[in-house]
Structure formats: C-alpha cells, structure tokens
C-alpha cells in the first residue's frame, strides 16, 4: 500500500493531471441522466477504441499495394493464429460502430440534446457521422475483392456527375486514370491516416464540449429551453439533483461498453470475417457487386429513382440532408425538448427508419437485378410444359434461349427485374404480346431485331398458355367484330 | 521614435515571426499542392496516346462480338491483376469495328454480352445495350462508352483511355440523355 502511495505522489508531482482526472470523473451529472438510454456516445468511443486496436493488428500483416492486398487477406484469414477473429472483429466493429453512432444519433435528437447550448455539440456530432460512414467506405475498399474494386467504380461513377469538378474529382479519387495500385494506396492513408486524425480530433471536440457543457438533462414536457435562463437552470439542477458521473452513471456505460465487445466478439466467432470475395481482377466479369450493409439502402435508391432523377437526386440530396443535419440545432435552438411535446420529430425519425429499413431489406433482395444465369441454370417449371403443343413448348425454348428468365420470373424463380409472367397472358392479348417482345418499350428492351417471326410466334404461343387453370387469356373483343362482322351486328340473335 | 500604443518591440517581434511562418507555409503550399494535384495534372500522360493491341483480327469473327483484354499502357508494378482491363469488341461487318468498354454506363459495373439475344446485360441494376452499344432499356442514360480503334498489319489497336464515367467526355454514338422511361404498357 505504502509503495503504491509513493508512486503516486512521484507520478503526482511530475505528471500533474490528477486534479483534472478528479474533477472529469467526479461532477455533477443530473440524477436522470444515468440512465440506459445515455450509454450510445461512450458506446460509440468503445468500440471506436476497439477499432483502433483491431486495425493496427490487422496492419502488421495486410500490404496495402493493388498486387498483394487481396492475397495478404488469405493468409489473414487462413495462415495467420486467429487472423480470421481479428478480422472479423474489425469487420463487426465497424457494422456496430455505424449502428451504434446512429441510435446515439437519434436518442439526442429525439431528447432535444441539440438544442442551446449544446448545437455545436451537434455540428461536431455531424462531422463524426460523416467520417464514421468515411471509415465504413474507405474500410471496404481496402478489402480490396472484386466488390471493393467494382465498389470504387461506382463511387467514381457517381463523383463524375458532378457537373465540370466531376471527372477531375475522379482521377482525384483513383489516382490516376483507372482503378489501380495508386488508388488502393491513397484509400490505405484515407482509412489509417486521415480519417482516424480527424475522427480523434472531433472526438476531443466533442467529448470535451460535453464535459464543459454538462450532459443534457432528462427532458421534462413543460419544462421549455430558453438562452438567457438554462445554463443557470441547468446549473441549479444539477446541484440540487446531481450525482457524481464517477461513480453515479459511468457504470451503466462500463456494463453496457462491454456488453457491445461480447456482442461484436459473439457475431465475429459466429458469423466469421468478411470475405474477401473474388480477386480483383476487372477481367473477371462473372460478378454482382454489393455494397456493404450500410449502403445497401443507397444502392436500392440507385436503383429506384428515374433516370432523369438519378444525378439531381445524387448531387443535391446529401447536400440538403447535410445542410438540414447542420442547420437543425440553429432553427430549433430553444423550445420543447422532450418527444412528447415534438410529434413532428418523433414522425421524422419513424419515417427515416421506415424508409431506410425498406430500401435495406429491398436491396438484400434486389429485385431490379437481373439473375444472369436464370436463363441457363433456372429450369421453366413442369406445369408450365405439360399438356403443351409443339409450339408451345418451342416458344417456351424460345424463352429460355433469349435471356426471357433473366429479367421475369416464372413461379416466382428467374428474375425480378421485369413483372412475372405466370398470368401474362389474362393482362396482354396475343397482339399486345407481340408488339411487347417486337417493340418493347416500359423498361423492356425491343427484340425485333434478335427474334425470327418463328421464333415470335413460337414464344407468344407459349406465353398464351400463362394464365391461372380458371382464367380465360386476355383478348381483343374489336378482333372478334372485325373477324366475323355478321356476330357483331346482330348480336342480339344470339341467344 | 515612438512606437504605436500597445505595440512593444517583442509584440512586434511576434507578428514579424507569425508573418514569417505564413510566407514560409505559403511558399511550401505551391508543391504540396502540385502533388497532391499529380493525377489531375496531366504532366506526365505518356502512353495514354498509346495504341494498345487486342490480338489478331482472326479472333474477333465478322458479325460477333467477342470479350478481349489488354494490359493498362500505363501501369507500376504493384498494380497487380488491376491493370488488366476488359473490353468487348464487335466486329460489324468485316471492315467496321466496336470497341466497348466492360463498364455500364449507369454505375460502371461490368456488362456481360448474350450473342442470344444479342444484348448486353448489366448485372447491379439491369441496366440493358443492343449489340451497337446503344440503350436498350434500364437506368443508363446513354449508350456503351466507346473506344476509338483502328486496323494494322492484321492486328486490331485501340485507344486505352481512362476507366470511363458518366460525367467523363468518353466517345459515344448514343450520348443523346434519355430523359424518361414510359410505364410499362
């Protein structure tokens, strides 16, 4: 005991931060603040920390060069003790970690934590969202497969819309003129250097803005912020209902921290690392490229918008939602903070989630991808052969031969690109269905040129027979008057 | 001599040595910049002039369309596989040539080529290209990005340009912007 007091005093007299410990660890936090739901931000910097630490294991072994990259992650994954766990801790980290940033996101703006004199707090907060979605990017990239290589197309595709900047911003971004050695580097100083320097600066920011400014209240209904009385009010709360954060509040944060390291450990064990997929060689074009999970819901919207959307929607809508982000502690800087009182707030939230979580789910299914080798791996159903002519089934051939599975799905197998064709016959008449397959047109391209009139008829005939047993196919009534026009004139003598 | 009020010689000192600071920064700032700027700034463009071989006219049939590749005219040793590029090359009729890029020009994913329907299919987001590279259907709004070729001593070269975009002013028959898709009938 006498030995660990003599340390400390030598340490105290040389290295004098004791008293700014003592007085971080030990003031006043309002009593309702050691709750649950104030654990996401020091969630957040632990598994921030565990990043750090992953990752530079991970840079003893991985080479950052185009050549050898992908190859040291085999090794990572099959060579190296546990290199697989390491990586899959990094991996998960860095899922959790986006997560985690978000629901912190939402549970200070759903408490009013942004308002006076906390918006700076909320800028900053900001700035770390951005740079922890910049890590996620930069992160996948450096796995360095074929998702990461054709990922990095798509980020230059979309960086050269912006108008005269663009292509410029896309040698910027590569390196150079195409996706090489150059490219791999500069995201290897992105994720290592760059963004971490900024992510521990602005976490300094921010941390020490929420140590100065104290940690927002638990939000009352009634009780209405105000410039030129909270930092008195709050000072008034703090001391008539405060509890020390050290040990008052911190250990829900110490149980929670590690709560989230056994979770992300439990999904690494379980689940594994992530990939590498295919190696990255852009002559190998058998590949479907997915973005990681946090931009799965970017890739539906891709997907979703019309064309003459798509780069408006690209160049200006991150720039309002940044510009909305930032803005929002500066419009709504006093007032109401608790949920109950901000029904607008709390529907924003709602809709986010449901507009986020749908694109996610969608784009885990991608039904506007085509299935490249439905056409010869998906066999046509039996039901949809028995019973046919020869005709039919040559057309069903015809179906096959032409990539028709590829885009429309017959008993819901093939692709979803285009509508099912299991009852296309009830909704076209057998001359719609031609001018369809001729023309094309609504997404569908024309194939007037690339099918034989034998072949036409052959697949119309087929496509004939797609209706439910008790559904009659689709006709044209006026065909029927033209064809017989006695039918059609004396149409009462029938009986 | 008397000095302005508040302005000491020390204080005076200190500005002169901010100053300094800021024109040394100022000066170091012309080439940081310049480098960090290299792969915009085309100094160096050696071999993007450059003619690159796809093989032998043999391999690319009258009527076909076939995959080719080529290595990167401009490359360092660590690129790896990366600076193998993939292309299509459509032999029109014997004498006339198309050489597309593999990248969609949607999103820049890789286009597969079916000789069966005579189409090339994107596999992210569907986007679709008749064999002369023009739209057929889909979220591009333009045809295949093209490379300029030409035809010697029995052998076909192309013009190795950048991986093209969108936004970038690669060649196209078909860059006429398809402003919308009409809903399916």
Request: glycine content about 8%; proline content about 8%; overall charge positive.
């Amino acid at each position: 005991m006498r030995l660990i007091k003599t340390v400390v005093d030598w340490l105290g007299v040389r290295l004098p931060i004791d008293a700014t410990i003592q007085e971080t660890a030990g003031h006043q936090v309002p009593r309702d603040t050691a709750s649950w739901f104030y654990v996401f931000g020091s969630a957040a910097l632990v598994v921030f920390m565990l990043q750090i630490i992953t990752g530079i294991m991970l840079a003893f072994i991985y080479v950052p060069s185009a050549g050898q990259a992908w190859n040291s992650l085999q090794v990572l994954n099959h060579n190296v003790t546990l290199g697989w766990f390491i990586r899959a801790m990094h991996g998960w980290g860095s899922d959790f970690m986006v997560a985690i940033v978000l629901i912190h996101m939402v549970q200070v703006f759903l408490f009013g934590a942004y308002k006076f004199p906390r918006e700076l707090t909320w800028v900053v907060g900001i700035l770390l969202l951005i740079v922890t979605l910049g890590m996620a990017f930069t992160g996948q990239v450096l796995r360095f497969d074929q998702d990461a290589y054709w990922g990095l197309g798509i980020g230059a595709s979309i960086a050269s819309r912006v108008p005269i900047l663009g292509p410029p911003t896309v040698n910027l971004m590569l390196g150079g003129p195409i996706i090489a050695g150059a490219t791999l580097s500069r995201f290897f100083a992105l994720h290592v250097f760059i963004i971490p320097g900024l992510l521990i600066s602005f976490v300094v920011v921010h941390l020490l803005m929420v140590l100065r400014l104290g940690i927002n209240e638990w939000p009352m209904p009634g009780r209405v912020v105000r410039k030129a009385t909270y930092i008195k009010d709050y000072h008034e709360l703090t001391k008539r209902d405060g509890v020390p954060f050290v040990p008052g509040a911190v250990y829900k944060d110490l149980f929670f921290g590690a709560f989230i390291i056994i979770a992300i450990a439990a999904c690494a064990i379980y689940f594994g690392p992530f990939g590498p997929s295919g190696a990255p060689d852009p002559t190998i074009i058998q590949t479907a490229p997915r973005p990681d999970y946090f931009f799965l819901w970017l890739y539906a919207v891709l997907s979703l918008l019309p064309p003459s959307m798509e780069t408006p929607a690209l160049l200006i809508g991150p720039v309002i939602v940044l510009a909305g982000l930032i803005l929002l502690p500066f419009i709504f800087g006093e007032g109401e903070k608790s949920w109950r009182r901000r029904p607008i707030a709390v529907l924003t939230i709602l809709l986010s989630a449901v507009a986020l979580g749908t694109l996610t789910k969608l784009a885990q299914f991608a039904p506007w991808s085509p299935v490249m080798d439905a056409w010869s791996e998906i066999p046509v159903p039996s039901e949809f052969l028995q019973n046919r002519t020869a005709l039919e089934r040559q057309g069903a051939l015809v179906f096959k031969l032409k990539q028709c599975h590829n885009c429309h799905s017959l008993d819901d197998q093939g692709g979803k690109r285009g509508p099912a064709l299991d009852a296309v016959a009830v909704r076209l008449t057998p001359d719609q269905l031609i001018r369809q397959v001729i023309q094309g047109g609504g997404n569908m391209p024309a194939y007037g040129k690339n099918l034989s009139p034998a072949e036409t008829t052959a697949l119309v005939a087929f496509l004939e027979t797609l209706h439910p047993a008790g559904q009659l196919p689709a006709r044209d009534a006026s065909r029927t008057l033209a064809l017989d026009p006695q039918d059609g004139t004396a149409p009462a003598s029938k009986p | 001599m008397t000095l302005p009020e508040g302005l000491s010689r020390r204080t005076l000192l200190v500005k002169l040595g901010i100053a300094f600071n800021a024109a040394i920064a100022a000066v170091l700032a012309v080439p940081i910049v310049r480098y960090l700027m290299s792969p915009v700034i085309h100094e160096r463009k050696g071999g993007y002039d450059a003619w690159v071989s796809l093989g032998n006219l043999e391999q690319f049939p009258p009527g076909q369309t076939r995959f080719a590749t080529y290595r990167n005219p401009v490359v360092n040793p660590w690129d790896g596989t990366t600076g193998d590029i993939a292309c299509w090359v459509r032999n029109v009729d014997g004498k006339s040539f198309q050489v597309f890029a593999i990248n969609c020009a949607h999103l820049g994913c890789p286009v597969r080529w079916f000789p069966q329907s005579s189409l090339f299919l994107c596999p992210c987001h569907g986007g679709a290209y008749y064999q002369d590279g023009s739209r057929a259907s889909g979220p591009p709004e333009r045809g295949l990005f093209e490379y300029g070729y030409k035809l010697e001593s029995g052998r076909l070269f192309i013009k190795a340009e950048e991986m093209p975009t969108p936004g970038s002013a690669c060649k196209s028959k078909n860059s006429d912007i398809v402003r919308e898709i009409k809903p399916c009938a």
